[in-house]
């Protein structure tokens, strides 16, 4: 099913998570197991990252070197297992940023291929690294522009001319939302009008970036609203698990974290800062359940633990599923 039919079909909250592909070279054996533990929360749907090539900078003899690191592969392969194993809806990230139109028109047609029909079209962060475009190809700037490609497909219209087999696409398209608004973004009202065109160009849905204090959850929908975006909009949350988080989120996804929970983290011992991290997100979820909110996205990585610990805390297994 599509993500929008999940959400209009649900009759108790959902909980959906995301999950980024082992490193280059590395292999599958760890995420089976992250998948073996949340696929019996049944979510609705699961997201798989997409990461494209970056430069990185390396002490040499010679001095620092800008180097090249080649894009993290398995998105398309994870996605089919996940659909085919666990028989749960996939969703995977499709990036503007390192791929050109055609890459993204080829991506989008395997996908076909496999009966996934959900996808969530973000820019991706800017990595030092501008991708060469080849002669005679495109690429798409904007997450706008993105949604756009995927829509046209879906109308029939692909780059590659004369294509006599080619039927629409059905992609359901989701894009990011931002509740403490991008760090391009000049204020947050600037950014939801962005969020605004996605969604006039044909997103379906959106989810939100982390967030910890859900009052920012709540002031986003509601001036998005405002704004005319109609579409569902879906909370993304992230459980803090040690001490380096409260610099690490911070800086990488410019977001704040409360003053109480800051010194809570600060003043206890490392092995007690998951069951803080736990305990915090169980109280934004029950808040935002008791709200309204019928499905919550949680940013997972490669570790269950964490969410593990949470539904138990809520028996969410018990009262949802």
Known sequence: MKVTEHLSKAKEPLISFELIPPKRGGDIKSLLSVLDDITKFNPPFIDITSHSAEVYYEETPHGIEKKIKRKRPGTLGICALIQNKYNIDAVPHILTQGFTR?????????????????????????????????????????????????????????????????????????????????????????DIKFAKAKVDAGADYIVTQMFYDNKAYFNYVELSRKEGVNVPIIPGLKILTNKTHLINVPKNFYINLPSELVDEVYAAKNEHVMDIGVEWAAKQVEELFNKGVLSIHFYIMQNSGPVKKMMDRLKLHKKIY
């Open 102 to 190: 055609e890459e993204t028109e080829d991506f989008l047609i395997e996908l076909r291929y496999l009966g996934i029909d959900n996808v969530l079209a973000i820019r991706g962060d800017d990595n030092g690294y501008q991708k060469p475009i080849p002669e005679g190809k495109s690429a798409n700037k904007h997450a706008v522009d993105l949604v756009a490609q995927i829509v046209s497909m879906n109308r029939g219209k692909y780059l590659e001319e004369n294509l006599l087999d080619a039927k629409p696409s059905d992609f359901c398209v989701g894009v990011g939302g931002y509740p403490e608004k991008h760090y391009e973004a000049p204020n947050l009202i600037t």
